[in-house]
């Protein structure tokens, strides 16, 4: 791992746990596509279906395995002075420790409770997906500024980071002593070790309002 260009040295860098249960289940659809088109079409002498199923099946079977692997590209990278996290062939969110609310920062169990029924859907601004357990979340400046030499301020709901890992207690740990790196009070900076794995009430809209800084109006 390089040097950061603002932050300096590397201290550690951490990839997107996987949930192999919800890999096969997704690679499983182009198969199940093609399975059900072939006996449909045979049962009903419907020649036209038995042709469309197996190229709707590997079409399935590709975008499925595309988002799979963009998905789990997502890493977190730590330095001396900062956080950059980010996926494959994405812009990349760099944080100056200093700009990270320290009461923000959890360990959640079951992560993947965040995403909103019916639809289940996974916003690309977190970095896991479907079937993920433990999970690091805090708190930084707007997604869409770009760090430089001034300090942004948190902004809750555009500034959430959510980040899934089998890792997360350490990278937690980890972002706690940048921010003591950064000049934060150790007290502050270790405020929120209390907490140890906390767990996410409800599922969707109900699950986000526990994350401290998951919504816009939210208030320490």
């Not at 760090?147 to 890992?165: C, D, E, K, L, M």
């Amino acid at each position: 791992m390089q040097p950061h260009p603002l932050f300096g040295p590397p201290v550690a860098a951490y990839r997107t746990s996987v949930s192999v249960l919800h890999g096969l289940l997704m690679l499983s659809l182009g198969p199940l596509v093609i399975v059900a088109g072939t006996a449909a079409g045979l049962l009903r002498d419907l020649p036209w279906l038995l042709l469309l199923s197996v190229p709707a099946g590997l079409l399935l079977a590709a975008a499925v395995l595309t988002w799979l692997v963009w998905s789990h590209s997502a890493t977190l990278r730590i330095y001396h002075h900062g956080v950059s996290v980010g996926r494959l062939a994405g812009n990349r969110r760099d944080i100056w420790f200093r700009e990270i609310h320290p009461a923000t920062i959890r360990v959640f169990e079951d992560i993947d409770s965040l995403r909103s029924l019916p639809y289940r859907a996974i916003s690309t601004h977190w970095y896991f997906s479907g079937g993920a357990d433990l999970a690091v979340t805090f708190l930084g400046p707007d997604r869409a500024s770009g760090a430089g030499g001034g300090t942004r301020p948190p902004a809750p709901g555009r500034g959430i980071v959510i980040f899934a890992s089998r890792r997360a207690p350490e990278i937690a740990h980890q972002l706690r002593e940048g921010l003591e790196r950064s000049g934060c009070p150790a007290h502050l900076a270790r405020w929120s070790e209390q907490f140890g794995h906390s767990e996410l009430e409800g599922i969707g809209a109900m699950a986000q309002r526990s994350v401290p800084g998951m919504r816009p109006d939210w208030r320490l």
